[in-house]
């Protein structure tokens, strides 16, 4: 099966691969921001991305209807994300009932992400967002060594360790895929596009509690 620009599910993955070896091996490079991120009060960049089909969406699609919970996610093969899934999965329930709406954005190209979506048991809507766009434009930095690798010694160029992770996942559902040094981050964004909770992650297993995002919703129903 061939995606919008003609590749097929293989060689997207093999571009994948090779971008998270390329960044892994040159280390992280964005971990400054270059300018005040949008703040709770400010309007939440309305970014156009493509969903799991390849049709271009605006995120104000979701929250033009109420209160939207909008995750950033790590990339696919990240240990940090599938705890993050542990976590949130239960949480959906209470999400919903409280009125909001999950969505959430990852580094992926749709036909990779709509597998793992469908494999993962992901039941909210996904966006795309292979370059980062929307991550930079909601303020999320690269990680740096200790925030994101801190239990191993890193060194710049380690082609031996990089071979030697990415061909032990291939094909598994810890690939390692797009760019490994990303930080996550969570958002609640009220009906019209107001940004009520603002959580960039400072390491990849910072998640924000259950509670705050309830508090968070309830706040921008206010």
């Given at each position: 099966?061939?995606?919008?620009?003609?590749?097929?599910?293989?060689?997207r993955s093999?571009?994948?691969?090779?971008?998270w070896?390329?960044?892994?091996?040159?280390g992280?490079?964005?971990?400054?921001?270059?300018?005040?991120?949008?703040?709770p009060g400010?309007?939440a960049?309305d970014?156009?991305?493509?969903?799991?089909?390849?049709?271009?969406?605006?995120?104000?699609?979701?929250w033009?209807?109420?209160?939207?919970?909008?995750?950033f996610?790590r990339?696919?093969?990240?240990?940090c994300?599938?705890d993050?899934?542990?976590q949130?999965g239960?949480?959906l329930?209470?999400?919903?009932?409280?009125?909001?709406?999950?969505?959430?954005v990852?580094?992926?190209?749709?036909?990779?992400?709509a597998?793992?979506?469908?494999?993962?048991?992901?039941?909210?809507?996904?966006?795309c967002d292979?370059?980062?766009?929307?991550?930079?434009?909601?303020?999320?930095?690269?990680g740096?060594?200790?925030?994101?690798v801190?239990?191993?010694?890193?060194?710049?160029?380690d082609?031996?360790?990089?071979?030697a992770?990415?061909?032990?996942?291939?094909?598994?559902?810890?690939?390692?895929?797009?760019?490994?040094?990303?930080?996550?981050?969570?958002?609640?964004?009220?009906r019209?596009?107001?940004?009520?909770l603002?959580?960039?992650?400072?390491?990849c297993?910072?998640?924000?509690p259950?509670?705050?995002?309830?508090?968070?919703?309830?706040a921008?129903?206010?």
């Amino acid at each position: 099966m061939t995606d919008a620009s003609g590749q097929d599910a293989e060689s997207r993955s093999q571009d994948a691969e090779e971008t998270w070896v390329r960044e892994f091996l040159a280390g992280p490079t964005r971990t400054r921001l270059g300018s005040l991120p949008p703040q709770p009060g400010d309007a939440a960049p309305d970014v156009e991305l493509p969903d799991t089909q390849g049709r271009p969406r605006r995120l104000s699609e979701w929250w033009s209807a109420g209160p939207v919970h909008l995750v950033f996610m790590r990339h696919f093969g990240c240990s940090c994300l599938a705890d993050r899934w542990q976590q949130l999965g239960p949480a959906l329930g209470r999400i919903a009932a409280a009125g909001a709406a999950t969505l959430a954005v990852c580094q992926s190209f749709p036909e990779l992400a709509a597998a793992v979506a469908t494999r993962r048991g992901y039941d909210f809507p996904l966006l795309c967002d292979p370059e980062r766009v929307a991550y930079a434009a909601f303020g999320l930095p690269e990680g740096s060594v200790a925030t994101i690798v801190h239990d191993f010694p890193w060194r710049p160029d380690d082609v031996d360790t990089a071979a030697a992770w990415t061909s032990s996942r291939r094909g598994t559902e810890r690939a390692l895929l797009d760019h490994p040094w990303q930080l996550p981050g969570e958002f609640v964004v009220a009906r019209g596009g107001r940004l009520e909770l603002t959580h960039r992650a400072q390491f990849c297993e910072d998640f924000p509690p259950t509670e705050v995002l309830l508090g968070a919703i309830a706040a921008a129903q206010a």
